[in-house]
């Protein structure tokens, strides 16, 4: 269990997106099912009163993942959190991202909603780029709970040595993930491709002390080997139990092959035991990850504040990294400047 809850966890590192193999947790009373497009969809209602917030999972949970951060907000809002076709007890639908993007706009049309403010993290800051770029007029804000996340697949995919390829095959529900990760590669957010494109719509971002995520030289698969080319990354960590297990996977070997014996694909489990021991093909995937994707992320990440111009305000946390689940580990951290743009958008 351990080893599935890190592997769901470890998606803020480099962007990387999981299907689901939901943590249980008990569902709140407030569960609702509404017809969107044809889908019977799960979202859960928190009340409130004022400008709409919809709350978006990524892709390893699904809406229970709000039920904590939810009524914090809704003093001066009505707050949502849908569950979106395709994952936990809403209907099967499309993955690819201008689908579920149009998904969130059914689920508002669903609703009777004119205007909402989406709020999400790590792979669903597609989404909200696209509803943005897409919708302008039914956005009446974003808010990028992982900052700059604006995550892509091509560029993993040439990898050589297919580090990221095999770290999917090492996740839960592989499979699905397969169909997830194909459907979502193909998305490409407007402002990569015209440089002159502007988002008209406010929106918040997330981010460290340094202005970004912190993170985006993490590399999934040499964490989870407890790579020494991790070290500075795992180590801007904060305290937490997630932080305590990198460390022994880095720190012991037998536990370290423990867990690796425990991922089920035979072909990655074969390719994870040869890159624990083997320091040259652990060189050439961080080579790679350096060299092609952290300049594409850094580059991509610059290119969405330029889009967003004087629109995007960022909030930028006393931490050396963001891990875009702050809404529910630290909320303090993030309530206070979130609901201040939520009063900003209103207009009091």
Do not use: C
Request: proline share 6%; no cysteine.
């Amino acid at each position: 269990m351990r080893l599935t809850v890190f592997l769901l966890l470890l998606s803020s590192f480099g962007n990387l997106l999981f299907a689901q193999e939901q943590l249980k947790q008990e569902s709140p009373s407030s569960d609702h099912f509404i017809n969107v497009e044809g889908i019977r969809v799960h979202y859960l209602d928190f009340g409130g009163t004022g400008l709409p917030v919809i709350l978006v999972h990524s892709e390893a949970w699904d809406a229970s993942t709000y039920q904590d951060f939810g009524p914090m907000l809704t003093d001066q809002n009505r707050v949502f959190a849908i569950t979106r076709p395709g994952y936990g007890r809403s209907g099967p639908g499309q993955f690819d991202v201008p689908s579920q993007g149009d998904y969130l706009i059914g689920f508002t049309n669903a609703l009777g909603l004119d205007r909402a403010v989406f709020i999400g993290n790590a792979s669903v800051s597609s989404e909200l780029t696209y509803l943005a770029e897409n919708y302008p007029d039914r956005v009446a804000g974003i808010v990028y709970l992982s900052g700059f996340s604006v995550p892509w697949m091509d560029m993993y995919s040439k990898d050589p040595n297919r580090a990221f390829e095999m770290f999917l095959q090492a996740s839960p529900g592989n499979n699905d993930k397969k169909i997830i990760t194909q459907a979502r590669s193909k998305y490409r957010p407007l402002f990569l491709e015209k440089d002159s494109l502007s988002i008209d719509v406010p929106a918040l971002a997330i981010v460290s002390k340094s202005g970004r995520i912190g993170n985006e030289k993490g590399v999934g698969a040499l964490v989870l080997v407890g790579s020494p080319l991790m070290e500075d990354v795992r180590g801007a960590m904060p305290d937490s139990p997630v932080r305590k297990y990198l460390d022994q996977l880095a720190s012991d070997p037998a536990f370290r092959d423990t867990e690796i014996r425990k991922i089920q694909d035979s072909t990655a489990r074969e390719y994870f035991a040869r890159l624990a021991v083997d320091k040259n093909l652990q060189k050439e995937v961080f080579d790679f990850h350096i060299n092609r994707v952290y300049p594409a992320t850094i580059e991509a990440q610059d290119e969405l504040k330029k889009a967003y111009g004087k629109n995007l305000k960022l909030v930028r946390l006393d931490v050396p990294q963001i891990i875009g689940y702050e809404y529910r580990d630290n909320p303090e951290l993030i309530v206070e400047p979130i609901k201040g743009f939520l009063l900003q958008l209103s207009g009091e």
